[in-house]
């Protein structure tokens, strides 16, 4: 089968399971010149009459400084498709990198400051064009690789969403080339005569990156079906079962609480407090147990890193400092600066007590560290 059905596909499926496209969506689509890049500009220009959705592309390369960089020849094939690559210019990019790379005593450019520059010049380039979507050709093999990458040197289960909106650019970046292998994509570039280009970066197959390519390639030469798994990996919710699922923090010799994650839990809830407003992806759900027997529930959500206590119920009121002590303990002791608010239904007395400062109505705001709320806790009681 010719590539360009198999990738049409995947972008179609993306499409449905991702909600990327959508009529008069303009689209600023990143362009390096490479490979990715240019089979995604090739591919959406065909998916818009395949999907008869009415979107807008915006192509748009970035000078960044290097050496020897041309754009006529992409400009050129990008004109035989009906679009006009826009270029930024950005040549102050590559010094600020060498800069920062004898700064740090590197030996390669920084790639993570380059690439976080990258995606603000882009976004910066779309609102210029009056886009509302920005896209870049990343695909199956980098999401694959930059969830090795995070685990090796992040320490943490995570990889580049297909979808996210940038609250802070008020703009929505899309990747429509997530379930497509790189291998496709070298078959589409070499079966529809793509033209490519470097981007002469320096760092050029002298990555991390590229490290964990050659031990992807390895591997999946080795073990045929970890390439496909490990992408039924990122979309196996069900399946999913990590330490972090099985927390059971103690409060005391019999209180514990646990964080819920299945939705049978979240029925139970309604026995005991109005949770139909909070049932869903930005409350943290906490449940309290004395032996082993639910006698409390706690409800939060953050925002940024401002924390809101948004529903408790508690059986035993005098369980409400160890509560909310260690929660507020946990949740500073990983992402302190944050700010602390406890909504104020059913536990002023016990607020009051403790001292939490009224910002409201509904909400008292934490104004100590958890040192010293835990000093104030002792000498109440």
């Given at each position: 089968?010719?590539?360009?059905?198999?990738?049409?596909?995947?972008?179609?499926?993306?499409?449905?399971?991702?909600?990327?496209?959508?009529?008069?969506?303009?689209?600023?689509?990143?362009?390096?010149?490479?490979?990715?890049?240019?089979?995604?500009?090739?591919?959406?220009?065909?998916?818009?009459?395949?999907?008869?959705?009415?979107?807008?592309?915006?192509?748009?390369?970035?000078?960044?400084?290097?050496?020897n960089f041309d754009a006529t020849p992409i400009k050129n094939y990008v004109a035989s498709l009906g679009f006009d690559l826009k270029i930024a210019?950005?040549?102050?990019v590559y010094q600020i990198l060498k800069i920062q790379k004898d700064k740090q005593n590197l030996t390669k450019l920084p790639c993570s400051i380059?690439?976080?520059?990258?995606?603000?010049?882009?976004?910066?380039?779309?609102?210029?064009?009056?886009?509302?979507?920005?896209?870049?050709?990343?695909?199956?093999?980098?999401?694959?690789?930059?969830?090795?990458?995070?685990?090796?040197?992040?320490?943490?289960?995570?990889?580049?969403?297909?979808?996210?909106?940038?609250?802070?650019?008020?703009?929505?970046?899309?990747?429509?080339?997530?379930?497509?292998?790189?291998?496709?994509?070298?078959?589409?570039?070499?079966?529809?005569?793509?033209?490519?280009?470097?981007?002469?970066?320096?760092?050029?197959?002298?990555?991390?990156?590229?490290?964990?390519?050659?031990?992807?390639?390895?591997?999946?030469?080795?073990?045929?079906?970890?390439?496909?798994?490990?992408?039924?990996?990122?979309?196996?919710?069900?399946?999913?079962?990590?330490?972090?699922?099985?927390?059971?923090?103690?409060?005391?010799?019999?209180?514990?609480?646990?964080?819920?994650?299945?939705?049978?839990?979240?029925?139970?809830?309604?026995?005991?407090?109005?949770?139909?407003?909070?049932?869903?992806?930005?409350?943290?759900?906490?449940?309290?147990?004395?032996?082993?027997?639910?006698?409390?529930?706690?409800?939060?959500?953050?925002?940024?890193?401002?924390?809101?206590?948004?529903?408790?119920?508690?059986?035993?009121?005098?369980?409400?400092?160890?509560?909310?002590?260690?929660?507020?303990?946990?949740?500073?002791?990983?992402?302190?600066?944050?700010?602390?608010?406890?909504?104020?239904?059913?536990?002023?007395?016990?607020?009051?007590?403790?001292?939490?400062?009224?910002?409201?109505?509904?909400?008292?705001?934490?104004?100590?560290?958890?040192?010293?709320?835990?000093?104030?806790?002792?000498?109440?009681?």
């Amino acid at each position: 089968m010719e590539a360009i059905r198999i990738i049409l596909a995947c972008i179609k499926k993306a499409d449905c399971d991702f909600n990327l496209f959508n009529s008069n969506d303009r689209i600023a689509l990143g362009i390096s010149g490479g490979k990715d890049s240019m089979a995604l500009l090739y591919a959406l220009s065909l998916y818009k009459k395949f999907a008869n959705i009415n979107f807008k592309l915006f192509p748009i390369i970035i000078d960044l400084g290097f050496d020897n960089f041309d754009a006529t020849p992409i400009k050129n094939y990008v004109a035989s498709l009906g679009f006009d690559l826009k270029i930024a210019d950005e040549r102050s990019v590559y010094q600020i990198l060498k800069i920062q790379k004898d700064k740090q005593n590197l030996t390669k450019l920084p790639c993570s400051i380059c690439s976080r520059m990258k995606k603000a010049i882009i976004n910066k380039e779309a609102h210029k064009y009056n886009c509302n979507k920005v896209s870049f050709a990343h695909h199956k093999s980098d999401a694959i690789e930059t969830l090795f990458l995070n685990s090796i040197y992040g320490g943490r289960l995570a990889t580049f969403s297909p979808k996210m909106f940038l609250t802070n650019e008020k703009i929505t970046f899309i990747r429509p080339l997530v379930y497509i292998d790189e291998n496709d994509i070298k078959r589409l570039i070499k079966e529809k005569n793509i033209p490519t280009f470097s981007s002469n970066c320096p760092n050029d197959g002298k990555t991390k990156r590229q490290d964990i390519k050659n031990i992807l390639a390895s591997l999946n030469k080795e073990y045929e079906e970890s390439k496909d798994n490990f992408l039924t990996m990122l979309l196996n919710k069900e399946k999913e079962d990590l330490f972090y699922m099985h927390y059971e923090f103690k409060l005391d010799n019999d209180l514990y609480y646990k964080e819920i994650f299945d939705i049978p839990s979240f029925i139970i809830e309604k026995k005991y407090i109005k949770t139909s407003d909070r049932i869903n992806s930005i409350s943290h759900h906490l449940h309290i147990y004395k032996k082993d027997k639910l006698v409390g529930i706690l409800l939060y959500h953050n925002v940024h890193k401002s924390y809101y206590v948004t529903n408790l119920y508690l059986k035993d009121k005098t369980y409400f400092s160890f509560v909310i002590l260690e929660v507020y303990k946990r949740i500073y002791s990983r992402f302190n600066p944050i700010e602390f608010y406890i909504s104020g239904q059913g536990f002023k007395q016990e607020i009051a007590t403790l001292g939490f400062k009224k910002v409201d109505k509904n909400y008292y705001k934490i104004i100590e560290n958890p040192v010293k709320l835990e000093l104030k806790i002792k000498k109440s009681n």
